[in-house]
């Protein structure tokens, strides 16, 4: 059983949602309308632009496969953890998000980042 927010496993839903007609009905269960998300490729606000997003990542990557691949961390209203994003069982790019979740539940920030962050030694 996961420890996921509800809200962040609509989002993981609609990024591995194999019917496009079914990506929003994730979104709108999990997100706020006016949802800022912003990583490297990425710099977008509002419910409709998330959904673009969404379906132009899965046209470039097509039956990609979105996971959590580390613990919930969390505190006040803001999540983190890790992601990782497979392609025929290869692991094609790991990433880190920090997620913000407003009191009535909906994501209304995400930032992620991609890769992994090297050790200074």
Do not use: C
């Amino acid at each position: 059983m996961s420890n996921f927010h509800p809200s962040l496993e609509k989002m993981l839903a609609a990024w591995n949602e194999q019917d496009s007609a079914k990506v929003r009905g994730h979104l709108l269960a999990g997100l706020d309308k006016d949802v800022h998300f912003v990583d490297p490729n990425y710099d977008i606000i509002g419910l409709d632009a998330f959904e673009a997003m969404v379906h132009a990542v899965q046209k470039k990557i097509p039956e990609a496969v979105y996971s959590h691949t580390s613990e919930l961390d969390s505190h006040h209203n803001l999540y983190r953890y890790h992601w990782a994003i497979h392609h025929n069982d290869k692991l094609i790019m790991p990433g880190f998000d920090v997620t913000e979740i407003d009191a009535s539940g909906k994501i209304t920030k995400v930032i992620g980042f991609f890769g992994e962050i090297e050790r200074n030694q």
